[in-house]
Nanobody
């Protein structure tokens, strides 16, 4: 059984910072990468950032230079540090277990429950 549990999020002012955490338990499935997705109302879910088991990272263009994904393998936890947030970052953020290969991330059907981030202007 695999579980991904997000925490963090909430209401933050534009220009501020917030950190999301994703704790992963991998009992029967092993992931070579973990991704953070987000979904705003009426929008498709999009990949925000991903990190390989070895620490290689990728970001969508809109968050480069503002968001940082990291992981603590000893704690089986992946973090998304969000800085200089903008109202357009408002969304439900989901942690995903997937495959990281050749500099690309492919999500699999393993999701956390999601955590809301709301950025006020």
């Amino acid at each position: 059984q695999v579980q991904l549990v997000e925490s963090g999020g909430g209401l933050v002012q534009a220009g501020g910072s917030v950190q999301l955490s994703c704790e992963i338990s991998e009992r029967t499935v092993s992931f070579s990468g973990i991704g953070w997705y987000r979904q705003a109302p009426g929008m498709q879910r999009e990949l925000v950032a991903a990190i390989s088991r070895g620490g290689v990272t990728i970001y969508t263009d809109s968050v480069k230079g503002r968001f940082t994904i990291s992981r603590d393998n000893a704690k089986n936890t992946v973090y998304l540090q969000m800085a200089y947030v903008k109202p357009e970052d408002t969304a439900v953020y989901y942690c995903n277990g997937g495959s990281f290969w050749g500099g690309r991330y492919v999500g699999r059907d393993y999701w956390g429950q999601g955590t809301q981030v709301t950025v006020s202007s």
